[in-house]
């Protein structure tokens, strides 16, 4: 759980509110991704950033809005939640340049609830 | 529409048992292969993956591929009641991204 590093481990928020989700690897790769985790569902797959380039937009919601600063770094932001985005929300790191670019180390997860 | 299924289980096999975990996927082109373990309440954990047709070993786990068949298993030897947990299979969707689809895991448990 080391290489990769997520705050805050748990969030509570009103609709109406506005926060961020921070993300951060100390594995030196150069992609990372955000998932959203919900009870009997498959992981889905949010958002790809490679080489702080976003590659991939999987049909997320406009209030969903994420951010890389450099490649050690992915934040989430997040305004007018609904109480159906309450969920654990992953990120992930891979070496995204090699062979090796599909093995994901996911962090810890910030369990999210929307009130 | 890609898609990897898995049995949600529960999966319950006694200590010391070999535990077989089976996947199977729609997309022939996919290349890449992968297990993740999930406790409960924590983030998946990269345990095993495979790239090319037949076996892999590592450990107690043994990874199987068949493409002809798209299936891929997990075999875990000797089970220990740690290794009660969810385990996803994720297989590549290709292209440039890294875009993995995930399974819904299957729950093993290990009766002691």
């Known amino acids: 759980e080391t290489g990769v590093t997520q705050t805050p481990r748990h969030l509570v928020m009103g609709m109406t509110n506005k926060k961020s989700l921070k993300c951060e690897q100390h594995?030196?790769?150069?992609?990372m991704y955000w998932y959203k985790q919900s009870a009997k569902k498959p992981l889905e797959l949010m958002f790809v950033y490679s080489l702080e380039e976003r590659v991939e937009n999987n049909s997320v919601p406009s209030r969903f809005s994420p951010e890389c600063p450099n490649s050690s770094h992915l934040f989430l932001h997040l305004h007018t939640l609904q109480p159906e985005d309450s969920a654990l929300y992953l990120c992930a790191s891979s070496q995204g340049t090699t062979i090796r670019a599909y093995e994901q180390y996911f962090g810890p997860g910030t369990r999210l609830t929307v009130t | 529409q890609k898609e990897v299924e898995q049995n949600s289980g529960p999966l319950s096999v006694p200590e010391g048992a070999i535990a077989s975990l089976n996947c199977t996927y729609s997309?022939?082109?996919?290349?890449?292969f992968f297990w993740y373990r999930q406790y409960s309440g924590k983030s998946p954990e990269l345990i095993m993956f495979i790239y090319s047709n037949g076996d892999k070993e590592d450990g107690r786990f043994t990874a199987q591929l068949n493409k002809a068949s798209q299936y891929v298993s997990l075999l875990i030897r000797d089970s220990q009641p740690s290794d009660s947990a969810t385990y996803l299979c994720a297989v590549s969707y290709g292209g440039a991204t890294n875009k993995l689809i995930f399974g819904t895991g299957t729950l093993l448990a290990v009766q002691p």
């Open positions: 594995l030196g790769h150069n992609a």
């Open positions: 997309d022939r082109g996919s290349q890449s």
